[in-house]
């Protein structure tokens, strides 16, 4: 991948947003973004494209527009991976993936296949004969024998002492629900033996009815059709076997067929047994009983009864249950041994926990308790994690997914673990060789420092690995800084973001890092980077000097509205950037004689017609004018004027006090100035991330209202 483009529109937060990214020389890319401008919604763009999914515009429902292509063609969305703060995050495929060794896992399967393939003929062959589904097998075999190994009660079988009586006999027919319901009633065991002799007599000497072939329901059903097709109102006739005359009506036939079945019909015990023979199911026990009448007295009992037919099957397919146990016996052996050579062996899984242990601070060890069953594939991971107690060496396992409940951890620690949880899932893909863009959102959010740099040591790994590619979104300069600091992203891949009128855009970084010594420090010449290295050279003089220093008040009269900054010339400043930086450069073609602070208000007016941007001087000259207005403002107005050295906040409390009730509008707007311009003017070791996040808009606001106050 050397070239990403991107065209978003309409994308969650994102208005607009056209940008290419080079990841032909670096493989990183880091943007820096204040909260609420785009971190989010990029993210989310990003990974609904990796669900195969279109970002979308909820609040004004606009139609979205998102092109992302790589090196010209669309982007894979199985390249896509979104990593978010902190989230909950499924890790069974990729912890199995790490574990799992491939040649054991391979000879292991092959073993475990002939049996299981053995297995499952087995089970087919006793679902065929014993009408029981093949998934409920197994469980109905442990409940009727209480034993919840398949293969130790298999070895278990006595087949000595079992024969096949009952093979022919389907499990599911006799023990339907509906017949045990029907062997529940009052006395029906008791008249069974009795019925069932009689209904078989009938059989043998009726002149219509044969065992086996033709039995009464049958017949019933025949006269049920007729009498519903109209046979004999069609003036249709029947004759039965051995009979000379001709049934000619419906009636008819129901007695031919009651009188053969008198026997049954006058006796109240039987003919009460007969007519709870109705359900399809209850029949069809009644035509076992005709070929089996064996069966009866085992009726008695329908437990040890089940059993037997069971044992029946399993005679009856003796030779291959032998043959299954054989073969699982001769490969137990075996999987036993690949799975003690898994349990010791040395995995990606390891390496991945030792690489977060040795770099994470947590109070914790995570370890696997079913390590040889997912390296051979067999389950999905169980991760404990095993806390000691310093002090009293007291051990506790918890299970990973139980931590959260339990409130063990920190904030900081649970997103530690959520580090961890994505390192298995970024090496996973890695031992996959897969191509991969990582969207990281503001991934060291709310870390401490040691664990912040650990996470930039890891994203420095991850920058290290050929098919691997970053977008590293953060709101945390420091941490922006850190990412090219450890070269992970090249000074061309920094980039800071800005909202225009419509859109959002992308301008380079490059003058980020030390913007005095590597840019304004040579242009001095420039208005506005010279009024832009007041800030910084003031503070070099605290550092170095003190704050009574003569050069440092005169630097701090600039910054603040007071009789001496009326006298500050170009010619003072440059005195006092020669006299702490010899030597440097100062060929300004300012006019010596100019006042810093005619020079200030007119940059701050040039800075008005600036395009949005970065623009770091800008915001730095803004912010200054805007204080210089609020506080010429503030004294033009109070009563007291008892010099305040160098405090607005104090000049503020002194015009709050004088008039709240009167200029109310006039406070708040104050206000405002006073809560935004303090850590702007005031760089110490150049942190700009409060500036950066100003937007040019509300600078150039608040300074338009300030100045016609």
Same mark, same amino acid.
């Given at each position: ?320 249950? *032998? %043959?299954? +146990?054989?073969?699982? !016996?001769? @490969?137990?052996? $075996?999987?036993?041994? #690949?799975?003690? &050579?898994?349990? =010791? ?57 139980? *931590? %959260?409940? +339990?409130?063990?951890? !920190?904030? @900081?620690?649970? $997103?530690?673990?959520? #580090?961890?949880? &994505?390192?298995? =899932? ?284």
């Amino acid at each position: 991948m050397d070239k990403l483009s991107i065209k978003l529109e309409n994308c969650y937060g994102i208005d607009k947003l056209e940008q290419e990214f080079d990841f032909s020389k670096c493989r990183a890319v880091a943007i820096y973004a204040p909260n609420g401008m785009m971190k989010t919604s990029f993210a989310k763009t990003f990974e609904a494209k990796s669900l195969g999914k279109e970002p979308l515009e909820s609040l004004y429902n606009n139609a979205s527009l998102a092109v992302i292509k790589t090196d010209g063609n669309n982007i894979d969305k199985n390249e896509i991976v979104v990593i978010n703060s902190f989230e909950n995050i499924n890790t069974d495929k990729s912890v199995s993936s790490l574990l799992v060794d491939e040649i054991s896992k391979n000879e292991y399967d092959q073993i475990f296949t002939e049996i299981t393939k053995q297995k499952t003929s087995l089970i087919s062959k006793l679902n065929r004969i014993s009408g029981i589904k093949q998934t409920e097998i197994e469980n109905i075999i442990a409940a009727d024998f209480n034993e919840k190994d398949f293969f130790k009660f298999l070895s278990n079988i006595d087949f000595e002492n079992i024969d096949d009586e009952f093979s022919e006999i389907k499990l599911s027919e006799v023990f339907d629900i509906d017949v045990l319901a029907f062997l529940k009633k009052p006395d029906v065991i008791n008249n069974i033996n009795v019925y069932t002799e009689k209904y078989n007599q009938l059989l043998e000497t009726s002149k219509y009815f044969k065992k086996g072939v033709f039995n009464p329901s049958k017949a019933e059903s025949i006269a049920k059709v007729l009498l519903k097709e109209n046979f004999f109102k069609a003036n249709h006739k029947i004759r039965l076997d051995g009979d000379e005359n001709e049934i000619l009506n419906d009636d008819d036939f129901k007695d031919k067929l009651a009188n053969e079945r008198k026997d049954i019909l006058e006796n109240q015990e039987l003919l009460k047994i007969e007519n709870e023979i109705k359900k399809a199911s209850v029949i069809k026990f009644r035509e076992i009983l005709e070929e089996h009448e064996n069966i009866i007295p085992e009726l008695v009992d329908l437990t040890v009864f089940k059993k037997r037919i069971w044992n029946s099957y399993f005679a009856k397919e003796k030779d291959f249950i *032998v %043959e299954l +146990l054989n073969l699982f !016996s001769n @490969g137990k052996n $075996r999987l036993e041994e #690949i799975e003690e &050579l898994a349990n =010791n062996q040395r995995t990606s899984w390891e390496e991945v926990i030792e690489k977060f242990e040795n770099r994470f601070f947590v109070p914790f060890n995570a370890i696997i308790t079913n390590k040889s069953s997912v390296i051979l594939g067999k389950s999905t991971p169980s991760i404990d994690l095993k806390f000691e107690h310093l002090k009293t060496n007291k051990k506790r396992e918890v299970r990973k997914d139980d *931590v %959260e409940g +339990l409130k063990f951890l !920190s904030q @900081g620690e649970k $997103r530690a673990l959520y #580090i961890l949880n &994505l390192m298995f =899932n970024i090496e996973a893909r890695k031992k996959e060789n897969k191509k991969t863009l990582f969207i990281i959102d503001d991934i060291a959010d709310s870390f401490d420092y040691k664990n912040k740099y650990a996470i930039i040591q890891y994203l420095k790994d991850i920058s290290e690995e050929p098919l691997f590619f970053q977008i590293i979104l953060t709101h945390n300069f420091d941490f922006f800084r850190a990412v090219q600091n450890r070269n992970i992203a090249s000074y061309k891949n920094l980039f800071l973001t800005y909202k225009s009128e419509d859109e959002i855009k992308l301008d380079s970084a490059k003058g980020i890092k030390n913007p005095f010594i590597n840019d304004w420090k040579g242009n001095l010449d420039n208005p506005k980077k010279l009024i832009a290295s007041i800030t910084f050279v003031r503070n070099i003089i605290e550092y170095t000097k003190g704050d009574k220093d003569e050069d440092y008040k005169t630097l701090t009269y600039v910054l603040h509205w007071r009789s001496e900054n009326q006298t500050i010339l170009i010619s003072h400043l440059k005195d006092i950037f020669l006299r702490i930086f010899p030597g440097i450069n100062f060929n300004s073609e300012i006019t010596q004689t100019e006042k810093v602070v005619d020079i200030i208000f007119n940059e701050a007016e040039n800075c008005l017609v600036a395009d949005e941007g970065i623009n770091l001087e800008n915001k730095l000259i803004l912010s200054i004018a805007i204080r210089l207005y609020a506080e010429k403002y503030m004294w033009s107005k109070v009563s007291n004027q008892e010099i305040i050295n160098g405090s607005t906040g104090k000049l503020f409390s002194r015009f709050k006090k004088e008039f709240e009730g009167a200029l109310d509008n006039e406070i708040k707007l104050l206000d405002e100035v006073n809560l935004i311009t303090p850590e702007n003017i005031h760089l110490n070791s150049f942190m700009f991330e409060p500036i950066l996040d100003l937007s040019d808009v509300h600078l150039k606001e608040l300074y338009n209202k300030l100045k016609v106050l």
